[in-house]
């Protein structure tokens, strides 16, 4: 069963994913739009669907929740009530009803369909910690203890859920654990949004903990549930390698040194004439040159082969001359 815990790690997941689709997918369409190159259209998987259903303003999973947390009745039974009758929730394609009621609601994530369990989801999203409490750790002479309770402070005036304001021990400081959870969640996608990503795919090899044992099936839902499969797929599908124009001349500039051309970019049209590249086999930008990966693998044999043919001819002449 998937309750609360599941729902917050699952939306943090696909967070994640969201920003790993948008770097490897929308940022290619960023690219193409730079240089001035069509655009290949491909059916690529977008959650940012699913996102919008977790944490939209007024009407997502978050909000109907926290809704019904400072209701004076607000119990899990209200709270599936008020995301089954929502009008944003009906015929969205990321939500789905069960098909009897059994207290669970499902959500179509990027990795697949989840069935949640709306048994206390209330009460660990209240996780109500009394004011009293809040003041004895600030009075604390430990600065680390003083910090750990420092962002309650602004919620002190807040109440518990479902009642008015009522000074003395009985209120409490107020903050709902998937708002909390929500705001961390975008700090750090800040800080990811803000860096230069690389990722890394960790793959459970089996179910069993056992040495040496791999489950392929295992391996490839994890891959497929990553987005990596379906990454591979479209740089597969696009033209993966990227030159600037002056970069790839001087790579591969030894294969047809009687390329000519004023600029490094008639040179780079030169240089695929010459070679006889076929023009569905890469794209030609304002400062870069994009093509096909056995393109590449071609030139980079052809290459291979011409600079081993001259260490030959170098090593021939070294050994004559130290034979002499």
């Keep these: ?28 369409r960023q690219l193409y739009a730079r ?64 098909k009897q009621r059994n207290k669970t609601f499902v959500i179509n994530h990027y990795a697949g369909s989840v069935p949640y369990d709306v048994r206390d989801f ?8 009394q004011h009293d409490l809040v003041q004895l750790m600030l009075s604390s002479k430990s600065k680390f203890f003083q910090k750990l309770f ?24 107020y903050k709902s ?5 929500k705001t961390d969640l975008g700090t ?10 690389h990722f890394v795919r960790c793959v459970n090899p089996n179910s069993t903990k056992r040495a040496e ?3 392929d099936q295992k391996a490839v839902e994890q891959l497929r549930c990553g987005g990596v499969i379906e990454a591979v797929r479209m740089c597969r599908e696009s033209f993966p390698s990227r030159y600037t124009h002056a970069d790839f001349h001087g790579t591969f500039s030894c294969i047809c040194p009687s390329a000519q051309g004023a600029t490094d970019r008639d040179l780079v049209v ?5 070679m006889q590249v076929s023009p569905e086999k890469y794209r030609l930008g304002k400062t870069m040159i994009l093509l096909k990966r056995e393109v590449v693998d071609g030139l980079e044999r052809m290459r291979a082969k011409l600079l081993g043919d001259f260490a030959i001819v170098i090593q021939l002449v070294v050994r004559r001359w130290t034979a002499r």
């Design 35 to 98: 240089e001035g190159i069509e655009l290949i259209e491909s059916d690529f998987v977008d959650n940012s669907k699913c996102v919008e259903l977790v944490e939209g303003k007024g009407w997502g999973v978050q909000a109907v929740l926290d809704d019904v947390c400072i209701m004076p009745k607000g119990d899990d039974e209200a709270f599936l009530e008020r995301l089954l009758q929502s009008p944003g929730m009906k015929g969205h394609p990321h939500f789905g009803a069960p």
């Design 1 to 28: 069963e998937n309750h609360f815990e599941q729902f917050c790690i699952n939306y943090a997941n696909e967070k994640l994913q969201l920003h790993f689709n948008h770097y490897n997918f929308m940022l290619e």
């Design 150 to 173: 420092e962002a309650t402070v602004s919620d002190a005036s807040s109440q518990r859920p479902g009642r008015k304001g009522q000074g003395g021990g009985g209120s409490v400081a």
């Design 213 to 215: 044992h791999f489950e």
């Design 270 to 274: 030169a240089m695929v004439r010459t």
């Design 188 to 197: 750090l996608m800040d800080a990811i949004n803000s860096a230069d990503p």
């Design 122 to 129: 209330c009460e660990k999203n209240k996780d109500l910690l």
């Design 177 to 181: 654990v998937s708002a909390t959870f």
